[in-house]
């Protein structure tokens, strides 16, 4: 497997495509951002949200309604005066409603609907990286079983003619009936494991097709597991700023401000709406007559409403949203915890699996030796079965084990990428964005307050701006 060398950029900052050189790994992948049903579900809830922010930016206007009235067909009665509207009376009339966002009711709505759609942006972005690695993963995971396979199905046809020579030489007397019955259980093992690997590879392949959208279906293979170009080595020290671009850590940080803002809802329902309405319009009980200027009323006023029997319904409201900021902070403080969790889980992967790998390269290359001079020697009489049948065994489980390693230690890259929180930031190239499928601005001005979790009675008039947790992590492995 070819190591790319350590002056390339560093992992952190490299888009998939620059990651993985595999072509048709990637051809998978643009596929899968195509389309996936999951990340199509997670694009259509990001329009959903911004919907709902729309709704709520509404709020901050007028709110204009307009009504009109035909009598039912018969001889009108009462209510004669122009200028009246009745039942019994044409009128044609609009009404106007502001409500005056004295304690910040709507300010704080509109932020918290604002950080639901954020969140649901960064949920994309979580979908889109959980889709680029899961596929890259499950493709390292086929490339493996294909490496078996052909190592099952080579042993196999070795054991066979080793099964060949003990038959030959039970019969000229030369070995007992157990040699020639170890070699054939070791042939049926060799079988079991290549029926085992053909089960499995097809198994993959309909995994992978699921995530590329599709039905099962057999899957293109490109590059070689061993072939595959390693990215390059990890840096000494990765800066902590990089889990800032996790989008499960950007989505938790704005589950935790609609939250907060909604504590502001809650308790700007506590006080007593001021709305400024009006009327105009034209009524009158005769048709002819709804144009003149008899026919003409209006009038305007302030509407104030205040709870009375309901505040304490109210304060128990204000109460759970308090509990529910709380519960979203406990959150985010749990994903910043497992975020630096799985960097150094990965870290420690990369770090570990590639001297295991070159450790088990050195296995094998030496028990290939082995069973080379066993097998000359049991052929000359000069040894027993017991030497091939230990030296093959032996080199079968490490061709395995070897393969398999191989693909942990593409896997613990592909892991650390995903930890790093995919290596791209908010304002990446619009080639992603366009294989990403949306079109959606990722670096959408990040507006709304972010009022301290212990500050509710602040009702969105003081705005100031947010200060994230600081992150530190002392990553020193490489």
Request: overall charge neutral.
């Amino acid at each position: 497997m070819s190591e790319a060398p350590t002056s390339l950029p560093s992992l952190a900052n490299l888009p998939w495509w620059e990651l993985l050189k595999d072509p048709t790994l990637q051809a998978l992948i643009t596929v899968a951002l195509a389309e996936n049903k999951d990340l199509k579900r997670a694009v259509s809830s990001i329009e959903e949200f911004e919907a709902r922010l729309a709704a709520a930016r509404t709020s901050f206007l007028p709110q204009v309604a307009g009504h009109s009235r035909l009598p039912a067909l018969g001889r009108l009665r009462g209510f004669r005066a122009d200028g009246f509207p009745s039942d019994f009376s044409y009128s044609v009339l609009g009404d106007v409603a502001w409500e005056l966002d004295v304690w910040g009711r709507i300010r704080r709505s509109t932020e918290a609907s604002l950080a639901d759609l954020l969140a649901h942006e960064e949920n994309r972005r979580a979908v889109v990286l959980a889709l680029v690695s899961g596929v890259a993963q499950a493709y390292f995971e086929l490339l493996q079983f294909d490496m078996q396979w052909d190592i099952a199905k080579r042993t196999l046809q070795s054991w066979e003619e080793s099964v060949s020579i003990a038959r030959a030489r039970l019969r000229g007397g030369i070995t007992s009936k157990l040699d020639a019955d170890q070699f054939e259980s070791e042939r049926a093992n060799a079988a079991a494991r290549v029926a085992e690997f053909e089960r499995r590879t097809s198994q993959k392949e309909n995994a992978l097709s699921v995530l590329l959208g599709r039905t099962p279906t057999s899957i293109k293979r490109g590059t070689l597991l061993t072939e595959q170009t390693m990215p390059p080595e990890v840096p000494a020290g990765l800066p902590s700023e990089l889990l800032q671009r996790r989008p499960d850590i950007v989505q938790a940080e704005q589950v935790l401000a609609a939250a907060t803002a909604r504590i502001g809802v809650a308790n700007a329902a506590r006080f007593p709406s001021v709305t400024l309405t009006g009327i105009l319009g034209v009524a009158s009980p005769r048709l002819s007559n709804v144009l003149t200027s008899e026919a003409t009323f209006g009038a305007s006023g302030f509407n104030v409403v205040a709870p009375l029997l309901n505040a304490n319904a109210l304060g128990f409201q204000q109460d759970a949203a308090e509990a529910q900021a709380r519960q979203a902070l406990a959150q985010y403080e749990q994903t910043l915890l497992v975020a630096f969790q799985e960097v150094e889980n990965a870290l420690v992967a990369v770090h570990t699996v590639r001297e295991q790998r070159h450790a088990q390269i050195e296995q094998v290359a030496a028990l290939r030796s082995a069973l080379r001079l066993a097998s000359l020697r049991y052929r000359g009489g000069v040894t027993s079965y017991i030497d091939v049948l230990i030296a093959k065994r032996n080199l079968f489980d490490a061709e395995l084990s070897l393969t398999e390693t191989h693909r942990l230690h593409l896997v613990s890259v592909v892991q650390l990428y995903k930890a790093l929180g995919g290596g791209w930031s908010a304002n990446d190239s619009s080639e992603q964005q366009t294989l990403s499928r949306t079109a959606l601005p990722t670096n959408r001005a990040k507006q709304g307050d972010r009022a301290a979790l212990r500050d509710p009675d602040r009702v969105g008039g003081d705005r100031r701006e947010d200060q994230r947790p600081g992150l530190a992590v002392g990553v020193t492995r490489q």
